[in-house]
């Protein structure tokens, strides 16, 4: 998933750094087989269960995350645009800290995004279990630590996706042997 929205911004950077349309960045993702891409723009949820919903987004720490995209967004861009045109640096420098004011009620769309995603995989009564439990002591502790916890949880995985990578393609080079492939 990282990779997925990893290359989304790339292709973004890139085409608004050379001039290309973004039209086609801004289109909804089509929906698969898995849900992911699914519009809930179009279902209607009480207002109790969105409320819920957003209880949960924000106990759970998931708008830590979201408030950590504006200013990725904003420096990924700076720094492309810096790179494609290195006279506007400057500019750039100066335009940047001002960005993040202007793009608040993005920041206030993803939340309601994020609170509709949530209604229409659970039930008010779950998200209000959910949302007790994130202001449990617990419940309090795991959001705290979540940063942590994954931070050394994604160093751990850089390892084990490098053996994966190496296992892979060894499988794969095993197997065209057998089928008498040159590989070397």
């Known amino acids: 998933m990282r990779l997925v929205r990893a290359f989304t911004l790339v292709a973004g950077m890139v085409a608004a750094s050379t001039g290309l349309s973004t039209d ?8 698969t087989a898995s849900g992911v891409g ?3 723009s179009n279902l209607i949820f009480a207002p109790s ?11 759970s720490g998931i708008v830590r ?3 950590g995209f504006i200013p990725q967004f904003i420096d990924q861009a700076r720094t492309t645009m810096g790179q494609t045109r ?3 640096i400057k500019d750039l420098e100066e335009i940047a800290p001002t960005l993040p004011a202007q793009l608040a009620d993005l920041r206030s769309e993803i ?3 994020g609170a509709r995603v949530y209604a229409n995989r659970l039930s008010e009564a779950e998200l209000k279990e959910i949302s007790a439990f994130f ?3 617990a419940g309090s502790k795991y959001v705290s630590t979540q940063p942590q916890i994954l931070e050394e949880l994604f160093g751990e995985m850089q ?10 393609v060894e499988l794969f080079r095993e197997e065209l042997k057998k089928r008498g492939r040159d590989v070397n």
């Open 24 to 31: 086609a960045f801004a289109q909804a993702a089509p929906p």
């Open 38 to 40: 699914t519009s809930t």
């Open 49 to 59: 269960h969105l409320q819920a919903a957003r209880e949960v987004i924000s106990g």
């Open 65 to 67: 995350s979201f408030d």
């Open 86 to 88: 290195p006279e506007l």
């Open 111 to 113: 939340i309601e995004i």
């Open 135 to 137: 202001k449990s002591p």
């Open 159 to 168: 390892g084990w996706t490098q053996r994966l990578g190496v296992r892979v």
